[in-house]
Nanobody, 118 residues
Framework: QVQLVESGGGLVQPGGSLNLSCVAS????????MGWYRQVPGKQREMVAR???????TYIDSVKGRFTISRDFAKNTLYLQMNNLNPEDTAVYYC????????????WGQGTQVTVSP
């Protein structure tokens, strides 16, 4: 079992920045695709950014150029640096880890609320 614990959410004004963190309980970054997802009430959870074990990153179009996903291997921590936030970014953000080698090893954090409002 892998535990993922997010932090860093909060209330920020439009144009502001937040840096989300996700600490993993074990060293998995080289064999898991790690991702950030978000969900608003009444909508499906959507992938925001992800990074493969080999380091390939993917972003949804609406956050390209504003969000950056990164990993600190020494700290077992995944980050999502979010700049130039707008109200449409308001959501609960979840950290996810999915094994690239073992089926059904797919773990989620508890989520952290991000609210962008004047």
């Amino acid at each position: 079992q892998v535990q993922l614990v997010e932090s860093g959410g909060g209330l920020v004004q439009p144009g502001g920045s937040l840096n989300l963190s996700c600490v993993a309980s074990t060293r998995i970054f080289t064999i898991y695709t790690m991702g950030w997802y978000r969900q608003v009430p009444g909508k499906q959870r959507e992938m925001v950014a992800r990074v493969t074990g080999s380091g390939t990153t993917t972003y949804i179009d609406s956050v390209k150029g504003r969000f950056t996903i990164s990993r600190d291997f020494a700290k077992n921590t995944l980050y999502l640096q979010m700049n130039n936030l707008n109200p449409e970014d308001t959501a609960v953000y979840y950290c996810n880890g999915r094994s690239e080698y073992e089926k059904d090893r797919d773990f989620w954090g508890q989520g952290t609320q991000v609210t962008v409002s004047p």
